[in-house]
């Protein structure tokens, strides 16, 4: 069977085969999808050996995990994790930081926000707040001394990432860079590539709609632009920002629309799209070459960005 239209044979194969499994969702039980992913993500080879610290930010409650690579720039990656703002943690994105921290050449600090349904929003962006305001303090013990703190999320955490740069425009705190990975905008979003690759393609419209209940149980509060940055009025101030789709995700046009917005904001953007390349991608490197070379790729558009700003090249 032809690899048309994905990336390469192998991730037409992996996507194809999702086809015969019950829709993500389908049990409707958060605690039993965590448990399934928790196991799959051991199950996966670790990455890049490097220093690694477990620590906690806001007074000892938020859980978070630093990644320390040899020659890392001056810089700090502050990661929120996918999964629907319903699964994933430290664990499910251990491989993806290992990865980001080596192939960037910047220490990586991933966030264990709380989750929906337990914690509905707007927890998990108070969280990525709080990570925000304390971070480079918590890592300066481990030598880290970032001049530029980035902030990337891939899907939900790209929403909140998002939609922490929006709260600390205006402040001391708010990050020098943005990394929006197939990152979701704009929760009321229902046409358009909601349509076109709603179905068939690893992440099913139904799923997107389970985890936006669960995360927001109002549908009335879908619109509310602290959890569809997509909608807010005016974003100008916003950081520089890094926006990377993928040409066959339900998500595309929304992330696509929010990068045209930046930059008719006056933001220093930049949007890119994946072709042939599916939501998840930065978790399939290993059953995808195109899936890692994507991977790679989105390290490399950070790494430039920060060797910019803190203005000398990466040994």
Do not use: K
């Amino acid at each position: 069977m032809s690899a048309e239209p994905f990336a390469d044979q192998e991730l037409a194969d992996f996507i194809r085969g999702l086809a015969d499994l019950p829709p993500m969702t389908a049990g409707g039980d958060a605690v039993e999808m965590r448990r399934i992913t928790e196991e799959r993500s051991a199950n996966r080879p670790p990455g890049p050996a490097m220093a690694m610290h477990d620590l906690s930010l806001g007074g000892g409650v938020l859980p978070c995990r630093l990644y320390q690579p040899d020659g890392a720039l001056d810089a700090l990656i502050i990661l929120f994790h996918g999964g629907g703002w319903t699964i994933g943690s430290l664990e499910t994105h251990d491989r993806v930081c290992r990865l980001l921290a080596d192939r960037a050449a910047v220490p990586v600090l991933a966030v264990e926000y709380r989750l929906a349904p337990e914690y509905p929003a707007p927890a998990a962006i108070d969280d990525a707040v709080t990570a925000l305001e304390t971070a480079a303090e918590a890592v300066g013990p481990f030598g880290v001394r970032p001049e530029v703190i980035a902030i990337v999320g891939d899907s939900a955490g790209g929403t909140l990432a998002a939609s922490a740069a929006l709260r600390t425009r205006q402040r001391d705190v708010a990050p020098d860079l943005v990394g929006l990975i197939y990152a979701n905008t704009n929760l009321t979003a229902d046409d358009g590539s909601m349509i076109s690759n709603g179905h068939g393609f690893g992440l099913e419209r139904e799923d997107i709609e389970w985890f936006h209940e669960q995360w927001v149980p109002d549908r009335s509060c879908w619109s509310d632009p602290e959890v569809s940055p997509l909608l807010v009025d005016d974003l100008s101030g916003f950081p520089e920002t890094i926006i990377v789709t993928c040409e066959l995700d339900p998500l595309r046009d929304q992330g696509e629309a929010f990068g045209n917005r930046l930059s008719a904001a006056g933001v220093n953007v930049t949007v890119r799209r994946e072709p042939g390349m599916v939501h998840n991608f930065l978790l399939w490197d290993l059953i995808s070459p195109a899936c890692a070379a994507a991977a790679d790729r989105v390290a490399d558009d950070i790494r430039r960005a920060i060797e910019t700003m803190v203005g000398s090249a990466a040994p």
